[in-house]
């Protein structure tokens, strides 16, 4: 890919296609991470000496109709407050001009017809907006939409932005010859949505680790009771295959031998410790117990490499915490490199603050799943075709 930060772009017009849809309540936003993570790249484009247009999708608008509550004023504003200038809102594509130093944000790009169908005349207009066209955005890059895949296809100069850069690498030293032992943990609720990642990281990791209603429907699959718990009854026969697969690999893929079970997911529960042997019809199991954390700690503590995605339990209601909590905290302090992936499972690791410990954060959470199951993003796709 050619990367943005190796291009002369002074006294040039920058468009950057972000990923700035941030969580909002009420027209205000709750939660700037994704203006963060953006940031540095509208900051290395203006020093550069270039115009910068931004353009971003927000919610899940009518698309080519516009509607106030998904409108990126608020976005501007945040923004403007972090860079010291004011940003202001193209409202249509013959509003978006600007010299150089400025920054301008392109209304959500989903009140624009032909986004999601990757329609090429938009396409070819999101691309003639500038000099140079950059893809930062990874968390959409698993989405051939104009903004996405078609302007990249049509600029006359198409890049990959630094968060794109970094997202691409840090990815690249899990899938391409990693320093081994490689091991996966998935976890998270439902095997049905992970198959795909699964299957796919059988074929490269040393050690795959479950956890969460994945565990459970594994647990089930080798004949125990899970009681309430949330599992899949249909992915059985799946659950086995895989099995059956990492053994014939020689892949080591421990199942929890405790765990923590309780009547209700609520917090505040009376949570009991047992066997998987001994989970009570009444109860479900909400997290790993103690005797499986250390034994996956043991297991991992060799790893030199890591992929994380998806939390042991449902760490959101304590105390089913302490699983989650407890791998995340030996990751954080252990050697591998460790890359975590997967909106809760990052949710997790910045709630209890061990982010800055890892190796890398995904801010792609379907982006990197379709990665981990071996996928070409049509985004990243079109980049290297550009490159
Ligand atoms: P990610 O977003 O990291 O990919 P998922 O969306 O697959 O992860 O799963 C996360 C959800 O799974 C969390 O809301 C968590 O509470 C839930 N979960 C994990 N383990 C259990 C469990 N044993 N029972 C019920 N829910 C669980
Ligand atoms: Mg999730």
């Given at each position: ?15 950057i296609r972000q990923d700035l ?17 953006a940031?540095?790249t509208v ?11 931004l353009i971003s ?79 930062d955005a ?23 932005g630094?968060l ?224």
């Amino acid at each position: 890919m050619k990367k943005f930060v190796d291009l002369d772009v002074r006294g040039k017009t920058v468009v950057i296609r972000q990923d700035l849809n941030v969580p909002m309540k009420n027209g205000t936003i709750t939660n700037d991470k994704r203006i963060r993570a953006a940031l540095p790249t509208v900051k290395m484009a203006l020093e550069k000496g270039a115009g910068v247009i931004l353009i971003s999708h927000l919610g899940r608008p009518v698309e080519g109709e516009y509607a106030e509550e998904f409108s990126l004023k608020p976005v501007a504003e945040h923004l403007g407050k972090a860079l010291g200038m004011p940003v202001s809102v193209a409202r249509e594509l013959s509003e978006a001009k600007v010299q150089p130093g400025q920054c301008l944000i392109l209304e959500n790009i989903r009140f624009f017809k032909g986004e999601k169908k990757n329609d090429p005349e938009l396409a070819q207009k999101l691309a003639d907006l500038g000099d140079v066209y950059v893809m930062d955005a990874f968390g959409t890059a698993h989405r051939a939409q104009a903004s996405t895949e078609g302007a990249v296809r049509r600029a006359k100069i198409a890049c990959a932005g630094p968060l794109m850069v970094s997202e691409v690498e840090a990815f690249g030293r899990v899938l391409n010859a990693p320093k081994r032992p490689l091991a996966a943990i998935i976890g998270g609720a439902k095997v049905s949505t992970k198959l795909g990642v699964l299957n796919n990281l059988l074929e490269k990791v040393d050690i795959l680790i479950v956890g969460g209603g994945i565990a459970n429907t594994f647990l089930a699959a080798m004949g125990h009771s899970v009681g309430t718990s949330l599992y899949e009854p249909d992915l059985l026969e799946e659950a086995r295959k895989i099995m059956q697969k990492a053994k014939d690999k020689g892949c080591k893929l421990p199942l929890p031998v405790d765990v923590v079970t309780a009547k209700e997911l609520a917090s505040g529960q009376k949570s009991t410790e047992v066997a998987v042997e001994q989970v009570p019809a009444d109860a479900m199991i909400l997290d790993i117990g103690s005797k499986t954390e250390a034994l996956y700690a043991d297991i991992l503590k060799d790893a030199k490499t890591v992929v994380w995605n998806g939390p042991m339990g449902a760490f959101e209601t304590e105390p089913f915490h302490k699983g989650t909590v407890a791998l995340a905290t030996d990751l954080a302090n252990g050697q591998a490199f460790v890359v975590v992936g997967g909106g809760d499972s990052v949710a997790c690791v910045e709630k209890y603050a061990l982010a800055d410990k890892m190796g890398y954060i995904s801010t792609g959470g379907g982006a990197s799943l379709e990665l981990l199951e071996g996928k070409e993003l049509p985004a990243i796709a079109a980049l290297e075709a550009r490159s």
